[in-house]
């Protein structure tokens, strides 16, 4: 069975620090890796990786496939208390299914 | 573009009966999928329907159906409600095509009393 494991699952930190939240997988003809941030409501997408070791940048947030060791990390560096969220990694199998993880809930303390 | 579209957002119902909650997928995105979130059990596949027809489905029982219209909106159906069905029911819509992105609408936060 297809899943998605994350890292830690809760993280209390304070701003300005750096944070690198893990994902790992088991999942069959695999497609994609997504991040997305959850707040209050629905996830919104941040970065979909599909080749390894390519790194995708948006801002402070940067992440990292590692398809042969079936893994990646989210970093976000001087994390600001708008980063608390839960961040939510998700792998696209070919299948046309996606298989969520179970989050990991960052909270950032002025 | 609008984005993904739920309604209704809110919902009490009592157990025993049944519920449908509808979503309009953005525009040109014609695979709609289904998600549960609770806080015990996190974000759950419910199904997926490309071009009218389920393409995936995830491990809940037969109470939970769905169908993808011609248009591409899509509506979950719930029958014989449970407690344990209250949740967050999230609909995603996607394109067919690289790169396959997938856009969450607002959700539809169903309490079963």
């Known amino acids: 069975e297809d899943k998605v494991v994350q890292s830690p699952l809760s993280l209390v930190v304070h701003e300005g620090d750096t944070v690198t939240l893990n994902c790992s997988y088991e999942v069959t003809n695999f497609r994609s890796l997504l991040w997305y941030k959850q707040e209050k409501k629905a996830p919104t997408f941040l970065f979909m990786l599909?080749?390894?070791?390519i790194e995708k940048k948006s801002g402070r947030l940067s992440s990292i496939l590692d398809k042969k060791e079936l893994f990646s990390i989210l970093n976000i560096t001087a994390t600001q208390t708008g980063d608390s969220a839960i961040y939510l990694c998700a792998v696209h199998n070919y299948g046309q299914n996606f298989v969520f993880g179970p989050g990991t809930r960052l909270s950032v303390l002025p | 573009k609008a984005g993904v579209t739920q309604t209704p957002r809110y919902l009490i119902k009592t157990r025993g009966q049944q519920v449908t909650l509808s979503c309009s997928p953005i525009?040109?995105?014609?695979?709609v999928s289904w998600y549960q979130q609770t806080p015990g059990q996190g974000l759950q596949f419910l199904f997926e329907?490309?071009?009218?027809?389920?393409?995936n489905k995830g491990n809940f029982p037969g109470r939970f159906s769905g169908r993808q219209f011609s248009n591409s909106r899509s509506e979950m159906n719930v029958s014989t409600l449970e407690l344990g069905d209250s949740a967050l029911y999230l609909c995603?819509?996607?394109?067919?095509?690289?790169?396959?992105?997938?856009?969450f609408g607002p959700g539809t936060r169903l309490t079963v009393t």
């Open positions: 995603a819509s996607s394109e067919t095509q690289e790169p396959y992105e997938q856009y």
């Open positions: 329907y490309f071009s009218e027809t389920q393409r």
């Open positions: 599909t080749s390894s070791g």
């Open positions: 525009s040109g995105h014609r695979s």
